[in-house]
């Protein structure tokens, strides 16, 4: 392509996700449907088809054009503070339009189309995952986590009960309650010996 | 209604719930219409709609119908040993069709619909919750669990992580996978004080 056609490209691209999101928005990602979304992005059905072989794939590219990538773990060497400013970061998101609504509706979808799922997990989560990883990893090596802790297992738990309140329960995910999660999960539920 | 009226009404609701889970198990929830489920139960489409206001609210019946109760708490007087045992149970339900499935496309359909979420919270989740956590106060009175552990959010990190198992990562939840939560959640991140 000459530089003006992948402009122009990119240009019809921006305006299918932009016109995806604003539809889901206004009608709700159950009602979304391809048509409406070339419509209003001015363009034909099958250019959006050209881009993208399912509804779910597009919303998973225009969701994730969303995402600043602004979620990586500080290193301040207080791994607790660090994990709450991240979690408070990514929860300010989820709270408010139009990430919060789009990610259920994004995380919706992957329960019925299994691309949907893995693309989401590869691009999203798996460095999400990572990134949490390498500042625990670090966090162990300081002292800062039981030497035995299954770190495998950190991400799940630190994200899960946020998840869970996201997707099932749909309470509001406050700072207060991830300062509960934080203490909770660090704790432990079973008694400590008393140290004196 | 007289009592063979009854039992017809009560026949054809259960003749709608069951073609309701067999076309969701045989071409996805997704692509389940009233439509369709009326014609495979052998009614009309007013019939249906008499009975539920909308797709959603009667998949949601039809799951819940399946839901044989047997998920609660036994109390063996180990704490972690009874929560394994239920954990266990609602994962071998989980693991496999048709509950597996359909629990997620429930899920997926309650981030589409107020109403499904709602009626899923307060028919399943909430009374699972309240069952949790009569038992755990048993075992915080017992000292199996620290006094001062949060046991409102004993529910979220414990299913938590296999939620987002479930729905995310969409990883298998394997009964080694419920140790390991158990483990963790039990012991917690923080390092402990040496005991000798």
Redesign the interface.
Known sequence: MTDSRASRHDNRTEAIMRAALDLALEV???KLSIEAVATRAGVGKHTVYRRWSSRGLLFLDAVLSLNTGGLSHPNTGDVVADLRETMNKAVNLLAQPPWGPLY??L???????PEV?AA??RRF?EPQTADTLARLKAAKDQ????????L???F??L???????L????QPITDDYID??L???????????Q?R
């Open positions: 709700g990602y159950a259920r509706a995380i919706g979808e992957a329960q019925h189309d799922a989401l997990n989560i002292g800062e986590i039981a030497p035995d802790f299954d495998g297992l950190a799940d738990i994200s899960g009960p946020l998840y869970y309140r997707l099932i329960t749909q509960r999660v203490q909770a999960v660090f704790a432990g539920m079973s008694p400590r010996p140290t």
